[in-house]
């Protein structure tokens, strides 16, 4: 006769896949140049941005890759600097 109760020897293996993020086009652009983060990127367009953070004018002394991407550094900016656009 067979015992009632039966033994199940049950494994989970638990493996962490963390995919490296993907870069957007401006972050693509300020490796480019050289800008390792948003804070480097805000102290070179500080003395352009402050005056006016809701405009691109001081991204026009800058290198084109982030000029092509001045509506999202002026959203950056005026967020950083607590402006409504």
Not at 60 to 69: A, F, K, M, N, R
Request: hydrophobic share 40%; with cysteine.
């Amino acid at each position: 006769m067979l015992p009632l109760c039966w033994r199940v020897l049950h494994r989970v293996t638990y493996v962490s896949r963390v995919l490296a993020p993907v870069p957007t086009p401006l972050e693509k652009a300020m490796r480019a140049e050289n800008i390792d983060s948003n804070y480097e990127l805000i102290r070179r367009l500080e003395p352009y941005a402050r005056p006016a953070a809701t405009s691109s004018a001081g991204l026009t002394t800058q290198p084109p890759e982030l000029l092509s991407h001045a509506p999202e550094i002026v959203d950056y900016l005026g967020r950083y600097f607590g402006m409504e656009n």
